[in-house]
């Protein structure tokens, strides 16, 4: 009673926030105290006013001094569309915050769709990433697709060898969007098989050693 009754208070305090544009502190409160699953908070804002730039600042500073409290860190997503989409943007956040608990969570296909060049993304934000993500893409923004490794032409070999270069050693995963998992016919588990086979052989022609864990775990699914 005493946890439903923390969390009934949280998601009240949460309707509160979201009203006054502040959503993403009650989406580390809820996820802390009960060990939810928490999915992408979306920053939205207008993509084209760079003046808007300065609430995610302020957002993801008290973000970070809660998640220092508890030992947890915080991974900002630069997302195609959003109000920090570029990857200026997302320097000018984690600069303005400056602190060790926030880095980013660099999905590549966010600055593929963007026609940013791999190398020019990685080498400007590797060194301040917690996490990364994939996946396949088409097109360019306003008109582009995202799809699931192995349905488009990114270049994984390059991605990871400019990870590598950059001394990324964290986790690569893979996202499949919303938006393709609509698709008639999507199936999550060929997904998952297709995914992990295009980025196993990436980081075979890569010439880089996956971490041990990660490989053995490959080999018994």
Request: charged content about 25%; overall charge negative; glycine content about 8%.
């Amino acid at each position: 009673m005493e946890t439903r009754a923390r969390t009934v208070s949280l998601v009240r305090r949460g309707v509160t926030n979201l009203l006054a544009k502040r959503p993403f502190c009650i989406s580390f409160e809820v996820t802390y105290n009960c060990n939810a699953q928490c999915g992408h908070c979306h920053l939205g804002g207008a993509a084209n006013n760079p003046r808007e730039v300065r609430a995610p600042a302020e957002r993801f500073g008290e973000l970070a001094r809660m998640a220092e409290a508890t030992g947890a860190r915080v991974a900002l997503e630069p997302h195609v569309a959003a109000v920090v989409s570029r990857v200026e943007r997302a320097l000018y956040v984690l600069d303005e915050v400056g602190h060790d608990a926030l880095g980013l969570n660099l999905d590549i296909s966010h600055f593929a769709v963007q026609g940013v060049p791999t190398a020019d993304a990685v080498r400007a934000l590797a060194p301040r990433a917690f996490v990364s993500e994939v996946k396949d893409q088409r097109g360019i923004e306003p008109d582009f697709d995202f799809l699931i490794p192995g349905e488009g032409d990114f270049d994984y070999v390059e991605f990871l060898r400019e990870m590598d270069a950059a001394g990324y050693d964290g986790s690569v995963s893979v996202e499949v969007s919303v938006f393709r998992q609509r698709i008639d016919g999507y199936d999550p588990y060929e997904a998952a098989v297709t995914s992990y086979a295009v980025l196993a052989q990436a980081f075979s022609e890569a010439g880089i050693e996956r971490p041990r864990k990660a490989a053995r775990e490959g080999m018994n699914s």
